[in-house]
């Protein structure tokens, strides 16, 4: 049964996404790819980024933890956004980019935080945004 805290975000990888020296995925494109799941999550539960970006507030990543398992090649790819947690000011949510539906390739760890853009000084998300992040899928 399919956890409904863990978002999904289905997509191919094409011939476009391929470093044709290494006939698979660079490790650098893997983070693009997992950036746009992040992205298709935060629509998925409302968030308007250029909302915050109107108001000079940010969602600034502070730390990224990768570990690369498995080639990513042509074909189908599932990218979670899952274990999605706010401790203060920090953000925090892990991703797995699945390949044949089940097989872990790619994980990370991925940590932000809310900055505002004229103090460049981190605050508390705004509170629906908090809800909607813990608990949206």
Do not use: W
Not at 8 to 28: F, T, W
Not at 33 to 42: D, I, K, V, Y
């Amino acid at each position: 049964m399919k956890d409904p805290n863990c978002f999904e975000y289905h997509c191919d990888i094409g011939n476009s996404d391929i470093e044709p020296r290494y006939r698979h995925v660079h490790h650098a494109h893997a983070l693009v790819l997992m950036e746009r799941a992040r992205s298709a999550f935060l629509d998925s539960i409302g968030t308007a980024l250029e909302k915050f970006i109107v108001s000079d507030l940010y969602i600034v990543i502070t730390e990224v933890n990768v570990k690369y398992r498995r080639e990513l090649v042509r074909g189908p790819i599932i990218i979670t956004c899952e274990d999605r947690r706010i401790e203060r000011r920090l953000l925090s949510l892990s991703q797995r980019v699945l390949i044949d539906g089940q097989t872990t390739a790619v994980e990370a760890a991925i940590k932000m935080v809310f900055m505002l853009g004229a103090s460049k000084r981190a605050v508390s998300p705004p509170a629906d945004f908090a809800r909607d992040f813990i608990g949206g899928s």
